[in-house]
């Protein structure tokens, strides 16, 4: 087995700049590191317990199969917050059947971003 030391989702922009004002000021990724200059450098954000890289440029956008998940305490509190920032929301928050609260966002590129919000009583927060 491969020793995996860390790991990050690469991602590789139509519009480098409004991909990295979406990831750094809508949705308020911290910076974990930026590398190069010009408008296709790099920005690692941290993302939970892993990364997201936006470098480099790509003339198509991603792969509808390309989504991120990220985990937030409170979905309805997210929702207000980026819809003040001016995201695109795909989806408000809801329940779902299976227990989680779920909110869907796109970047600029049409990537799908799931808001979720794992409840105080899931079976998520337990582990035997």
Known sequence: MVQVLSSRILLRPTDPERSRAFYGET????VYREFGTGPERGTVYFLGGGFLEVSGRSEEAPSP????????????????ELRRAGAEILREPRKEP???VEMWVADPDGVRIGVIEVPEDHPLRYRP
């Not at 949705?27 to 911290?30: E, R, T, V, W």
């Not at 990220?70 to 207000?80: F, G, N, T």
């Open 27 to 30: 949705l308020g990724l911290a």
């Open 65 to 80: 199969a390309l989504g991120l998940w990220l985990q937030v305490p409170d979905a309805a509190a997210a929702h207000e």
């Open 98 to 100: 299976w227990g989680l």
